[in-house]
C-alpha cells in the first residue's frame, strides 16, 4: 500500500535495527507499513496530543481514510517500545494508559522529521492505495471469500470462480 521498504532516516542510538511491528492482522487489511515506520507516525500522533492506545488505532483508521486499521497487537507493543526507547511516558487515566511524548521523543521526531513528513503526506492521500497489488490481493481474497460462502447450494458459483482465478492466474503468468 504505502512504499516505506527502503527509505534512509536516522535511528534511535540504542534502538539498532527496526523491529519487526506490522498492522493488519486478522482481516484488518494489508501491511501499510514497514518494520519501523509505524512507531514513526505513532510517535507523531502523541507528539500532536497525548493518547490511548485505542485512540490510535482509530486515528491511523482515519487518516488512512479507512483503508488501514492496526491491531491492538501492533500498537501496544510499539507503544512498550516507545516507552522503553524513553520516547514517551505513560501515566494511569482510568484503567487506560495515556501516552505523552518526552523531551527525547520530540528530539528523535525532529531528526527524523522528513521521513515523519513523507509518511504522513503518503497516509494524506490513499487514494493511491486502491492500484497497490498488497490491496488488490486483499480485495481479491475478500471477494473470492464472500462470493463462495454459499458454495454448497451453488456448485456452480464455485465452478465460475475457480475459472475465473485459473484465467487470471494464467494472464499473470503470461505477462512479459
Same mark, same amino acid.
Request: proline share 5%; aromatic share 6%.
Given at each position: 500500500?504505502?512504499?516505506?521498504?527502503?527509505?534512509?532516516?536516522?535511528?534511535?542510538?540504542?534502538?539498532?535495527?527496526?523491529?519487526?511491528?506490522?498492522?493488519?492482522?486478522?482481516?484488518?487489511?494489508?501491511?501499510?507499513?514497514?518494520?519501523?515506520?509505524?512507531?514513526?507516525?505513532? @510517535?507523531?500522533?502523541?507528539?500532536?496530543?497525548?493518547?490511548?492506545?485505542?485512540?490510535?488505532?482509530?486515528?491511523?483508521?482515519?487518516?488512512?481514510?479507512?483503508?488501514?486499521?492496526?491491531?491492538?497487537?501492533?500498537?501496544?507493543?510499539? @507503544?512498550?517500545?516507545?516507552?522503553?526507547?524513553?520516547?514517551?511516558?505513560?501515566?494511569?487515566?482510568? +484503567?487506560?494508559? @495515556?501516552?505523552?511524548?518526552?523531551?527525547?521523543?520530540?528530539?528523535?521526531?525532529?531528526? +527524523?522529521?522528513?521521513?515523519?513528513?513523507?509518511?504522513?503526506?503518503?497516509?494524506?492521500?490513499?487514494?493511491?492505495?486502491?492500484?497497490?497489488?498488497?490491496?488488490?490481493?486483499?480485495?481479491?481474497?475478500?471477494?473470492?471469500?464472500?462470493?463462495?460462502?454459499?458454495?454448497?447450494? +451453488?456448485?456452480?458459483?464455485?465452478?465460475?470462480?475457480?475459472?475465473?482465478?485459473?484465467?487470471?492466474?494464467?494472464?499473470?503468468?503470461?505477462?512479459?
Amino acid at each position: 500500500m504505502f512504499k516505506f521498504l527502503h527509505h534512509q532516516h536516522r535511528h534511535h542510538a540504542s534502538h539498532g535495527e527496526h523491529h519487526g511491528l506490522r498492522g493488519g492482522g486478522r482481516g484488518r487489511g494489508p501491511k501499510m507499513f514497514d518494520a519501523g515506520a509505524m512507531r514513526y507516525i505513532v @510517535l507523531q500522533l502523541i507528539a500532536e496530543k497525548p493518547r490511548h492506545g485505542y485512540e490510535i488505532i482509530k486515528e491511523l483508521e482515519q487518516r488512512s481514510g479507512g483503508a488501514y486499521t492496526p491491531s491492538p497487537g501492533a500498537i501496544y507493543p510499539l @507503544l512498550s517500545m516507545l516507552l522503553d526507547m524513553g520516547h514517551v511516558v505513560a501515566s494511569a487515566d482510568g +484503567n487506560k494508559k @495515556l501516552h505523552t511524548i518526552t523531551p527525547e521523543g520530540e528530539a528523535f521526531l525532529a531528526e +527524523n522529521r522528513q521521513f515523519v513528513d513523507a509518511i504522513q503526506k503518503r497516509m494524506g492521500d490513499p487514494a493511491d492505495a486502491r492500484d497497490d497489488l498488497r490491496t488488490l490481493m486483499h480485495e481479491l481474497k475478500h471477494a473470492v471469500i464472500s462470493q463462495a460462502q454459499d458454495f454448497q447450494s +451453488n456448485p456452480q458459483r464455485l465452478d465460475a470462480i475457480r475459472a475465473v482465478l485459473r484465467r487470471a492466474t494464467a494472464e499473470i503468468q503470461g505477462l512479459e
